[in-house]
């Protein structure tokens, strides 16, 4: 069975740092990794996704995260926060084995202050 | 291309009415998902189609059916909704490259 487990329930930046959004995942097949951002009262917007091609995944509005298969991990990060980066976020994890079924984290919630 | 679309947006309904939610994607896609998010869970799978006459359980099915008589439709239906029920329900299919496209959602009120 796969899962997901998003350490912090809840990040807090100053607009211009570093944004660092950690993610560990279990799966016993090669999986498909996928963060979603969530503004409030909306749906999901997929930022980014590891399909077993490039470690490094860019995803959209500067985000990016890297698959570590060793420390099953795939953690989101962007260089500088911006207000319009508040929202909460999703890690999920699929694979083909499962009929691409998405098993989600309990999401961050990152806040950005001024 | 309307993508997956949702229908109602938002429902409020008493314990122990009945109602479908309707999902409906013009993607030509084949697999299709509900899932329901509630504050600190995540999203969590309710059930899932692998194509057109298909329909499989997820990982909380209790309480709902579902039926994919159309390609381009997914229906969840519930029978006899109870509180536990309150959630926003969002609908998801899937093309050829493992993503993921999610509907609007439906915020579901049960009283």
């Known amino acids: 069975a796969q899962s997901v487990t998003q350490l912090g329930s809840h990040v807090s930046v100053s607009e211009g740092a570093l944004v660092l959004l950690r993610c560990n995942y279990s799966?016993?097949?090669?999986?498909?990794l996928f963060w979603y951002v969530q503004y409030p009262n909306q749906g999901l917007q997929l930022l980014l996704k590891?399909?077993?091609?490039?470690?490094l995944v860019k995803g959209i509005n500067d985000f990016e995260a890297e698959f570590k298969k060793s420390e099953t991990s795939f953690h989101l990060t962007k260089p500088s926060a911006h207000m319009s980066d508040a929202a909460e976020y999703f890690c999920?994890?699929?694979?083909?084995?499962?009929?691409?079924?998405?098993?989600f984290g309990k999401g961050t919630l990152l806040t950005v202050n001024p | 291309n309307a993508g997956v679309t949702q229908t109602p947006k938002f429902r409020v309904l008493k314990t122990g009415q009945s109602m479908t939610l309707l999902c409906a994607q013009d993607m030509n896609h084949e697999y299709m998902y509900w899932y329901r998010q509630d504050p600190g869970m995540g999203l969590r799978l309710i059930h899932y189609s692998v194509g057109e006459g298909t329909t499989a359980k997820g990982e909380v099915p209790d309480g709902y059916n579902v039926s994919r008589l159309k390609k381009q439709n997914f229906l969840l239906g519930l029978e006899s909704a109870a509180p536990s029920q309150t959630s926003v329900y969002f609908c998801a299919s899937i093309g050829d490259t493992s993503e993921q496209f999610f509907g609007p959602g439906t915020r579901l009120t049960v009283l």
């Open positions: 799966s016993s097949v090669p999986p498909y």
């Open positions: 999920a994890v699929s694979d083909s084995g499962s009929n691409y079924k998405l098993t």
């Open positions: 590891y399909t077993s091609a490039a470690t």
